[in-house]
Each structure stands twice: as structure tokens, then as C-alpha cells.
């Protein structure tokens, strides 16, 4: 590796992510830069969509840097939504403000990209014959700048004009007294298609698939808002990386279906007439995850056009009826709908009748031909991943990008591809773009690639390369969240690459949302790069990359809730959060009735829920008491209804659920007083409920397991009802407890062995291990009752819960172990939101049906 390379860093492109990387790289790291782009100047896809009615849909203020304060404050933007003449403007004040020009060369198109194996370096050849070599290329080619291929034959014969929306001239065009044609209505088209019909003679849409466009609602910023904004920089800026989508809109409401039609109606006006995102990512959470909550988001959509078109059979032609709201990138118009109104457009229908040909006249269709002067392409974009492929990229042992993904994009967090070395792909697929704020999306993802690059070097090392593991874990992800959601329910959307004839269909962007995914990044970094190689070093794939993608997603709604780790939180917040998890839950089973009552505990009267299956009058059922979790220091009672009732149900058991004293106001030992008396007064009540007591069982779920493997040591010792069998789910087991899982997955998801160390010391009153309340204490676990101990793969308490479970089965207790695999900590209590819970409810009611037939064969239910 005697090559010394002619730069440092190649970098291909000058939109945002190019001229943020240059100036990342070059201004900031200190590195060595050439930087590349086609264009004669910046700006990127501003640079090249200059058609009429182009504008930015995100607010301006929001769409721009924010790396700088006082480049956040030294530009004044005019419009809410700024048109892409001024944002053009920005990204050339910002080329000049950095000094970025001297770095490119302009009107030079990347051709190719070759990696040495030998010599650790890329050579990168551009259309002026000429080649550099670098260490590390950073593409920042863009996801929407390859237009699809013309699929209408005869263009070249067409004697008018002929435009495509990508490539509109500079000068400008002049339409005026013109027959124009405009084939395609995607948001390209939505924005264009009423600048035009101001400008021509008549205008022609040729309509495919129609598509639900929500007003964009710009209007001129003044001084007194733009200062306030400015005022508010920091708090907007993190506002905005706790949203979903990147930019500081109000949370939605959780379901379109929780609420009235009135309400759920005045929340859809109130955010179709928003502007920007908001009708998608601030009325209702499930609008993209549940098609009937969708339905009533697209219906209301669809009846607003219908109020809009004043002919009927055009509003019918306008109202998309082939797929969800959401599912095709949402568009946002200005006039578009009363274009149609116009005396000077026609809107044509070409899915009856599909465009054929070209012709030197006009637009033939298969049942008429359109004499026009002038043609207008805005039928879409090669995205994700067509910028790439056309480069030319060849990486170890020759292999070629377009090889690599033949059937789909093969990323690791759609910045690093396995096999191609010291490539960074900003924004690249998979990665969350398409429903992320661009400028803040590429912030993360240069900001990502610039501290890889220092810690690279840092080393001593010349190569950083993504593993194939890390890429297929995160295929996994991408794919497993888009179907959580209705977005593969789009027949044809540059989502999947479905709008590319022969393209492979297949999720081309990470869906988890902004807060989730730059958890996921933080945490491969904080594990020294977990999933990539740094020269022969490779460090494994981090837990939230491996989580079920739908534990996933829970982890991401934490995160943008409460980006703080729970142990940061006070008392007070962490048992509101503790509480929330209901929500998170499917609704208790309607068949189990539910009645609250008191039981004596050890200091006084405590509240009990009791949960009874409508089996119960068939004969005395057994008895389940559950103990609930919260860390000593949280949870309740109501928290366990669901899983409760499911037990109850599945299982045809009475299921008592006794609240306990909590710490720090009252550490141990009164918890553990509170669910021995409980036990007892179980045993005493359940004939009343329908219950067997010599069918008496006891599960508990994370601290409430803790207290179930204390209890059934203290009856043992002690005397007091006899315990059937006990389920442990994912308990505590010993605050001193040094396993591989609790060094490995110390930062979660979704909590941390920080907080779990601060919650054993406040239910311990201090450092001290007594038996009474630390299982992992125990002098002996002989005699206890015979055991089910569950535990989830991404738990820091995993080792110790199945260490526990050896312990007892070489002092020849029963011991049954389940591990369900990429859940967390906690998951009995997210069936409302990962499917895959019930895997945990599953194992408790098969053990307990077969533990209730051995005790009935056994002959010691009383009748």
C-alpha cells in the first residue's frame, strides 16, 4: 500500500448533503477534499428542477442547515414554503459564506468509481477523461435525480418541444399561446401543472394514477415571524430531531378510530389546511399502520376534492382510489384541484386508454390523439437507488455495485455497502430520507461519515466496510418495518421501486422514523462501530439493530417521547412512563371480568384486581396471582390488566393481582411482606371467584418475578399456602450480577443497567443483598416450586435469568426456559404494538396447562 492517494476524500455532488460534506470534511476535519458535480454551480436538485411551481414542501426555515447558528440566522427567507429560485440562492450564499467553491469542479460528471484491493484506495474517473484517487469517496449524488426511462415510443419524431421537469431550462421556457401536454400528476406534476395553466393556451393532463395532494399553505414570512423563529432556533431544531418526520409538527393523536367523527373530522381539517406533512405525520398515529384508520384519512381527502373540481366527472377522475393515503409520497398543491376548472385544461384519463406513441402531432392514446406544441415529462425518478447504479461503482475483487444489488439495495443503515470500502452513501437506500427532513437527515448521515473517517485514521487503519451480517440485520429492519405499515400496498411507488418497470420491489428506506434511527446510529457508534470492519476488526452488530422490527419501532416512539434515559428521569416521570405502557397493549380480553377489591397486606389494606374467565362456573378453575413489574419503584396493578386477562382466558384460570409497596418511600422488605400476605389471602378468597387453591400458581413479570422467587423461597422457609409452579419472566436476579448481557446491552433498548442498578438500590434501601429480596442470594433454591423462567433476547437481565434456571435445576427443581428471541425488556406489555408478545403469554398459559394437569392427576384439587 505504497499509493499515496491525490486527496483525501472524494466527494460527489453540491446539493445540501455535497456542500455540507465538503465543508464537514475539508473546514472542520482538516482532510484533504475534491469535490465533483455536473452542474456549472451548487445546488444540486435545485440546481436542475427550475420548472415552474417548484418549491420546497417542508417549512423553509426548517429545510435549511442547521450546523451553524448564524448561518440560521444570517438568512432571511421570504416564504413559508421557499420556491426554488431562493433556495437556490441559500445553497450558493452557502457555498460562498465556506469558501466551498475552490473545492469542485463544475460541469465534471462522475463516470466511475474502481476500488484497490492492493492499495486501499478508490480511483475515480470523470467525463473529462481525468482520474483521482481518494482513501474515501462520500456520494451525495441525491435519491431523486435519475428520471425514468421514456416508456412512450416516438418522441424524436414529435416536431413541438419537448420538456422534462429535471432538466428545464435555465432560461425558462415561454408557453404562452402554446398547446401544452403534461404526462404525469406525482408531486412533480401536482406543483407544475397550474403555473402552466396560467401561462398557456390550453393544457392537457394525461392522468395515470391520481394521487391525495393537500394544500401546501405558503405565504410570505414577515419580520415579526421571522424573528421568532430565529428567537426559537435551538428549541425548533429539537423539537424537530424528536419528530417522526424531522421538523417540529404537533404529535398526532393515537387512532383515527378512538375518537368521534366530529373530532376525528375537525382534526383533519385543522391539518389538511396545516401545511406541509402534517395531514400524514400530526393527525393520527395509525393513519400508516392500520388501512381502516386510513380509509377515513383518504376519504376525507377524496371529499375535499370533490368540493374543490366543479365537475363531477373530473373530481371522480382526481380522487386516487388504487392505494392508502401516505403510501406514495404525499404531495402538496397550490390551485392544482381548481386548474381543472380552468376553460383551458383538460384532464384525460390514460389508464381506459394508455398512452401509445409520440407522434410528430402530439399525444396518441388508444382510443384519440392530442395535437399539442409542447410536451412536459414529470413522470417520475429512478429513486434511491439509480444515482448510484449509474456511477459505476466497482469494489472488492471486482464487484460491481449493480451486481451487488440485483435483486435490491444491500445496505447497513443506507450509508455503507459490504464490499465496497470507505464508501459513504448520504442518505442513500434505507436510510430514512424519503419521511425525514432532508438538510437534517443529511446533517446525520455527514456527520455519521466525517467521525467514521477520524476514527479510521484515528486508528492507524485504511479501511471501514460495513459486514454482511450487519447489512442483512439491516435489510431485515427495513423490510420488517415497511410492513408493519400500508405502504407496500401502493401498486406503484418509487417507495418499493415499483414505478420502475423491471425494477426489483422491494422497501428502498428505513420507515422507523428520525428519533429511532439516529438511536440506532448513536448506538453503533457507541459500540465502537458495531457492524462494520475497521481494517480486520470487526465489531458485532449493536442490540437495536437486531430488535424485532416492531419492538423497533416501540423503541423509536420512547425515544421521541423522552430522548432522555430513564434514568436521567425523576421518580415521578419514570412511573408516568411505567403507567404508559398500557397504551401499548391490545384491550383486556372482553370475555374476563375484571373487579377491584382490597386484600390485607402487611401494613394495611392494599388494592387487587381480580380477572375471572367466563369458564369460571364450569368448576373450580386454578389460581394464578400475579405480580406486576415496575422495578420496585413503578408500575401498577392496571398496568397487567391485558395480560392478565389473556392468562385468564387461555388458560381458564382466576388471576389475582395484588398491588405492593414501592421504593424508595418503603424499600425492602415491604414489597415482599405485602405479596406473602397476598398469597395467603388468595388462597383464602379464590372459592369465592370460582378458584381451586390447591391449584395456586404465582407469575410475576420483571420485579414482580423477583418477588415471586422470593416468595416461593419464604414458603418454603416459612410455611403459607403451597405454590403450584411459578413463572419468572425476565426477572432481576442479583444487583451484583456480572454476565455478557448485561455488559452488552447496558444501554438498552429500553432500559438501561444504570437504571436497573438505581432501582435495585432504592428497593434495597442501600447495598446490602439480603435473601429475603435478592433471589441470586439464596443459600439454597432447593424445594422450590417447579419453574417456567422466560426470558427475551435483548434483556440485560437474560444470563442472570437463565443462569437462575440452571442454579435450580441442579437442585433438581422442574424447570422449563424459554428465550424469545430480538424482544426486550418488557415486551409482555406491548401486544398492542408487537405481535410477536404473545409468544411470551403463549409459553405462561402452555407451562401452566400442563403443570394444572399434573397437579389434577395427582389428585390434589379439592373440589
Known sequence: MAHTPDVDVVVVGAGFAGLYSTHRLRNLLGLTVQSFDAGSGPGGTWFWNRYPGARCDIESAWYSYSFDEDLQREWRWSERFAAQPEILRYLEHVTDRFDLRRSYRWNTRVTGAVWSDDDHLWTVSTDDGATTTARFV???AGNLNVPKENEFPGQETFTGE????????????????KRVGVIGTGATGIQLIPRVAEQAAHVTVFQRTPNFACPLGNRPVDDAEFADITG?????????????????????????????????????????????????????????????????????IRDRIRERVTDPATAELLCPTDHPYGTKRAPFETGYYEAFNRENVDLVDVRPAPIEAITPAGVRTADAEYALDVIVLATGFDAFTGSLLKMGYVGRGG?????????????????????????????????????YNNPLAIEDHVEFAARAI?????????????TEDAAAEWGRMTVGIGDLTLLPLAPSSFYTGSNVPGKPRVMLFFAGG??????????????????????????PVPPMVLLDPAAAMVTGIMASREPRPFEQLTLDEQRAAFESFVHLQRPP????????????????????????????????????????????????????VEPCSVIAEELGAVVIAPSYRLAPEDPQPAAGDDVYAALHWAAEVAHEYGGDPAQLFVVGESAGATLAACLGARVRDEGGPAIAGQVLVYPAIDPQADTPSRRDLAAGPPITVAAMDDMWRAYLGGDARPAAAV??????????????????????????????????????????????????????NMSGAVPRAHEITDAIVAHLRARVGDVAVAGTSTP
Open 138 to 140: 462520500v456520494s451525495c
Open 162 to 177: 419537448v420538456y422534462r421537469t429535471s432538466a428545464w431550462p435555465h432560461e425558462g421556457v415561454d408557453l404562452a399561446g
Open 232 to 300: 426559537n432556533y435551538p428549541e425548533l431544531r429539537r423539537r424537530s430531531r424528536a419528530n417522526f418526520g424531522g421538523a417540529p409538527y404537533p404529535d398526532p393523536m393515537p387512532s383515527a378510530l378512538a375518537v368521534s367523527d366530529e373530532v376525528r373530522d375537525a382534526e383533519y381539517a385543522k391539518y389538511y389546511d396545516g401545511g406541509g406533512f402534517r395531514m400524514l405525520l400530526s393527525a393520527f398515529a395509525d393513519v400508516i399502520i392500520d388501512k381502516r384508520a386510513n380509509d377515513t384519512a383518504s376519504d376525507y
Open 399 to 435: 464487484r460491481t455495485l449493480t451486481d451487488k444489488w440485483e435483486h435490491g439495495p444491500s445496505t447497513y443503515l443506507g450509508i455503507a455497502v459490504p464490499e465496497f470500502p470507505n464508501l459513504f452513501t448520504i442518505t442513500g437506500p434505507q436510510s430514512p430520507v424519503a419521511l
Open 454 to 466: 477520524a476514527h479510521t485514521r484515528d486508528r492507524g487503519a485504511t479501511t471501514f466496510e460495513a
Open 514 to 539: 428520525a428519533p429511532l434511527y439516529r438511536a440506532m446510529c448513536d448506538q453503533v457508534e457507541a459500540t465502537g462501530y458495531g457492524g462494520f470492519a475497521i481494517d480486520d476488526a470487526q465489531a
Open 589 to 640: 380480553r372482553a370475555s374476563v371480568t375484571t373487579t377491584e377489591t382490597t386484600y390485607p397486606g402487611a401494613a394495611g389494606p392494599r388494592r387487587a384486581l381480580v380477572h375471572v374467565p367466563a369458564a369460571a362456573g364450569a368448576g373450580p378453575l386454578p389460581v394464578v396471582l400475579f405480580l406486576h413489574p415496575g422495578g420496585w419503584v413503578g408500575g401498577s396493578v392496571d398496568v397487567s
Open 775 to 828: 433471589p441470586g442470594a439464596l443459600a439454597s433454591v432447593e424445594a422450590l416450586p417447579p419453574t417456567l423462567l422466560v426470558t427475551v433476547e435483548l434483556d440485560p437481565l437474560r444470563d442472570e435469568g437463565e443462569q437462575f434456571a440452571a442454579r435450580l435445576a441442579d437442585a433438581g427443581v422442574p424447570v422449563e426456559t424459554v428465550r424469545v428471541d430480538r424482544l426486550v425488556h418488557g415486551a409482555l
